[in-house]
């Protein structure tokens, strides 16, 4: 389940009829595929194996979680603690760099021999850098020094920033005030008026959410701010019915668990 933007979020923007939103990195595709978590359906989510499944795959975007650990490295992993998808016990801001590369990543697929680490955010841009983009999931990390490792890799237009608490988007505001961020649609929003309200209030670049709590009006409302609409359909019993969903809608853009399915879908529907 996605953390919802708590409705207290402090805009510190221009107003409305001066704001424009930060528009995304260049659109590669019509419709945009982002892989959560990389392509974990086939390796261990949050791998350097699971993101080059992705860019395999043909997807827009990996989706990572950003977490720090405790001499201040960088790194992916979506659980504040290793417990499940480790051979270790713990919470990263616990544990020193050094400490979690003693760890190995958990396989489902017990045919797999070869050991998975969990990925630094430098081995990430090194990976990704013009071959697909990163949707940042900015867990528990400094604004400030993930923007510097971002332009340390050249990388500054081949990132969106997924927000989680009112801290996150003042920071990244101030950081790199060119930065795409996404919020989620708060699940009381559910009209037109509501969602204006909320994008007036609040000034997202894109929205993401539940893909079954968007109208195509409300589709057809970003549009007019020039907001694209990515949000979430991964689920256990993901496929074409739902995507199908989402093209009546009028969306042009998912998070899914089941990029290349995904892809294949779009291609046969003349929409890659």
Known sequence: MRLIIISSLLVLLLPKDNWQPNPPPPLKHKFIVAAHRGDHVIYPENTLAAYQEAIKNEADYVEIDLRTTKDGQLVSMHDGSV??????????????????????????DTTRKETLKIPTFDQILSLCKDRIYIYLDFKAADPDQAYEAIKKHGMEKQVLVYINSTAQFTGWRKTAPKMPLMLS????????????????????????????????????????????????IQSAGEGPADWNKALDKGLMGLQTDHPAALVKFLKEKGLR
């Open 83 to 108: 417990t499940r998808t480790t051979d270790g016990k713990g919470y990263i801001k616990d544990f020193t760099f050094d400490e979690l590369l003693m760890l190995n990543i958990k396989n489902k």
């Open 185 to 232: 649609l708060p699940d009381s929003v559910k009209s037109v008026a509501g969602m204006d309200s909320f994008i007036s209030k609040y000034h997202p670049d894109i929205l993401d959410g539940a893909y079954n709590q968007y109208t195509n009006d409300m589709v057809v409302l970003a549009a007019k701010y020039h907001i694209p609409v990515w949000p979430d």
